[in-house]
């Protein structure tokens, strides 16, 4: 049996520092991990921060299973209200971070509007066609996961934030 191709789909946070959102699709179905935000470099004058271009989802934002937050930095966190205004999907994310969540949302009026779900590294939750195993990773901010997204076509493992080294030892 075939199974369908999944779609690795960045909508910021590649070769930049912020801006964080992955989308993995399966099929018709999406699961959206981070919604960061950006900070503007100081030539950037008016600007108080820039976000993922959200116009992905103006077609595709009742196909979404799900939005899951690795950690609570600003760069994976800092755009959720922005996203939350074209995707309606529960939101995934460790106690820590939730909470952290649960205070820019409230601030931007959406907390009693959202379906928060806390997880604990370890757990494994289905998220529409995602098998989703939560796992601690080392981070600068406690409570940081990775995770392993399995779909029928088989698995993506998806760290957070990571930083290649081209010169270790040193």
């Keep these: 049996m075939t199974s369908l191709p999944v779609r690795v789909i960045p909508l910021g946070g590649l070769g930049e520092v912020g801006r964080n959102l992955m989308v993995y699709q399966y099929g018709e179905e999406h699961l959206i991990v981070d919604s960061g935000m950006m900070f503007p470099e100081n030539t950037m004058l008016g600007v ?42 529960p939101i995934y994310a460790t106690p820590l971070t939730r909470g952290l969540l649960e205070v820019k949302l409230a601030r931007n009026g959406w907390l009693s509007r959202v379906d928060l779900n806390t997880v604990q590294a370890g757990e494994i939750r289905q998220i529409g066609p995602f098998a989703v195993t939560f796992f601690h990773v080392c981070h600068s901010i406690p409570d940081g996961v990775g995770l392993g997204i399995e779909t029928p076509a088989g698995l993506i493992v998806h760290t957070g934030d990571y930083k290649f080294d081209h010169n270790p030892g040193r």
């Design 48 to 89: 108080d921060y820039i976000i993922p271009n959200l116009s992905f989802f103006q077609e595709r934002s009742r196909k979404v299973a799900g939005i899951v937050i690795t950690h609570g930095h600003e760069d994976h966190i800092g755009s959720i209200h922005h996203l939350l205004e074209e995707v309606k999907a």
